[in-house]
């Protein structure tokens, strides 16, 4: 059974600093996606990570994926309040046919 | 394009009642989920469809029924609801996997939140 863990669930951090919420994943993986969700909202795509080790990047945000460690990680430069959400990777898998399997998410709060 | 789009919003349902959640998608996508995400937690797939009568059970599918009569429409059905199916809804679509390059992704529409009391 595939199994996604993120960490940490719950970050609290002020305006301007980096951090980096992680995501591990338990067997290969064809790709892994990271979504936004605002409270009460529905999931936003902010990136798609191919088996061929991607790094992406938007804005603040950078995500990156080292499939012999089973591991995506998910940076945040400068953190500004906007990026106040919960951040969800996701994994799929060849044999899965495209179905999903989430992590549990991560609620980061940046404070002013 | 709406995208995905769901019907209700809101919904309240008393012990052993049912319903129908609604979805539709104007993207011509083959694949579609419904989903559900209990407060706090990620989001765990219940049926999905790879095209026009053809459907699967996901993770958690008791207590679920789905049909896909059309490639625009997955409609969701609850019967006999219980408490533990209190929860949002998502339903998403997608294009088919194709290339192993593809960067496509999953399209989510804005949920329908339940409370069955």
């Known amino acids: 059974e595939l199994k996604v863990e993120q960490n940490p669930l719950f970050l609290s951090m002020q305006e301007g600093k980096n951090y980096t919420i992680y995501c591990n994943y338990s067997?290969?993986?064809?790709?892994l996606y990271w979504y936004r969700q605002d409270p009460g909202k529905s999931l936003e795509s902010l990136f798609v990570?191919?088996?061929?080790?991607a790094v992406k990047q938007e804005g603040r945000l950078m995500a990156s994926l080292d499939t012999k460690a089973r591991l995506s990680t998910l940076h945040i430069t400068a953190a500004v309040h906007d990026l106040s959400a919960t951040y969800f990777c996701?994994?799929?898998?060849?044999?899965?046919?495209?179905?999903?399997?989430f992590g549990e998410g991560t609620q980061l709060t940046v404070n002013p | 394009n709406a995208g995905v789009t769901q019907t209700p919003k809101f919904r309240i349902l008393k012990i052993g009642q049912s319903m129908t959640l609604q979805c539709t998608q104007d993207?011509?996508?083959?694949?579609m989920y419904w989903y559900r995400q209990d407060p706090g937690m990620g989001l765990k797939l219940i049926y999905y469809?790879?095209?026009?009568?053809?459907?699967d059970k996901g993770e958690v599918p008791n207590g679920y029924n789905v049909s896909r009569s059309t490639t625009e429409d997955f409609p969701l059905r609850l019967e006999l609801a219980a408490p533990s199916q209190t929860s949002v809804y998502f339903c998403?679509?997608?294009?088919?996997?194709?290339?192993?390059?593809?960067?496509?992704?999953?399209?989510f529409g804005p949920g329908t939140r339940l409370t069955v009391l």
């Open positions: 067997t290969t993986s064809d790709r």
């Open positions: 996701a994994v799929d898998t060849e044999t899965s046919g495209s179905r999903l399997t």
């Open positions: 990570l191919l088996s061929n080790g």
């Open positions: 469809s790879v095209g026009a009568g053809i459907t």
């Open positions: 993207m011509n996508h083959n694949y």
């Open positions: 998403a679509s997608s294009y088919s996997r194709g290339l192993v390059t593809s960067t496509d992704t999953q399209y």
